[in-house]
DNA sequence: ATGCCTAATTTAATTAGA
């Protein structure tokens, strides 16, 4: 089974791209970020003419995201919980039924916190990260197999990008947001991809300016957090970096992660 | 050097992204 991730920075605005990507790449679960799109703008029906269920958690302008899937959910639950005047819609869970159980597969959508001296926006940044913790916590405690997807706006290590000295005091890169992911980590999550592969210049965004993309100049900030369950039946993962080479590309690429979970006979 | 691009909202500048 193949679980993607891809925050597609405007699905109106990629409509044609992501198709084309659904058709090629051919995810059986695709979770999506900044659709910035209203759950009634979506543009769902082309996305169904290819055979895939269509759950979204949108909002007017920024942010959203939303699950894909060619096997139907049982089950949606859209907002991360734990503060309930929280209007930005960063977070779906779905719930699937595969061979032995039950899948979880959420997309999230981690703020960025940009500025970081930014008295609401790091500080916002922070809180849902603690939001995120407790949301695990309680998911972990079921012994399921769930797969945390997104953009997590977090660049983990020094090497996930091109030039540690220019991120230092980024949003991205702060001793406390590291440390913070490095908590999600610690409570017993693997971080697919680096639990698969130790590639260097394995970058998952490229800015649109100052010809980023031309000179690898990438962060890996884009990951699948998988509980125990969900670990045990990783087989491989891949950064499809050739979709930034698109004609009309979104900043980010998709990852994948594949695993030898079965569908419910 | 907080801009260099891009999308959305709205129709000409903003805001936000990272």
């Not at 908590?183 to 260097?200: F, I, K, P, S, Y």
Request: with cysteine; glycine share 6%.
């Amino acid at each position: 089974m193949k679980i993607a991730t891809w925050n597609i920075n405007g699905v109106k605005a990629r409509i044609s791209e992501l198709c084309q990507w659904l058709e090629s790449s051919s995810p059986d679960i695709a979770c999506l970020q900044e659709i910035k799109s209203v759950d009634e703008g979506f543009p769902r029906a082309e996305i169904e003419a290819l055979g895939y269920h269509v759950e979204t958690h949108g909002q007017k302008g920024f942010n959203g995201v939303a699950l894909l899937s060619k096997i139907k959910p049982d089950e949606i639950n859209r907002g991360l919980p734990g503060d309930d005047s929280d209007e930005q819609a960063r977070f779906i869970e779905g719930v699937f039924s595969v061979k032995d159980g039950v899948l979880r597969v959420c997309s999230l959508y981690l703020p960025n916190g940009n500025p970081s001296d930014d008295p609401v926006k790091y500080p916002y940044k922070l809180a849902w990260m603690a939001r995120l913790q407790k949301f695990a916590e309680s998911r972990l405690a079921l012994e399921e197999p769930l797969i945390l997807a997104g953009d997590y706006n977090v660049i983990p290590e020094p090497h996930d990008c091109y030039d540690p000295a220019v991120w230092a005091t980024d949003a991205l890169f702060l001793p406390k947001t590291r440390a913070a992911f490095r908590n999600l980590e610690n409570l017993g999550l693997t971080e697919a991809v680096r639990a698969t592969t130790d590639a260097q210049k394995h970058y998952s965004f490229w800015d649109y300016q100052a010809g980023a993309w031309q000179k690898n100049n990438g962060i890996r900030i884009d990951h699948l957090l998988l509980s125990p369950e969900a670990a045990d039946k990783l087989i491989s993962t891949d950064i499809e970096k050739h979709v930034r080479g698109a004609e009309k590309p979104s900043d980010h690429v998709p990852v994948i992660g594949h695993f030898n979970f079965s569908l419910a006979s």
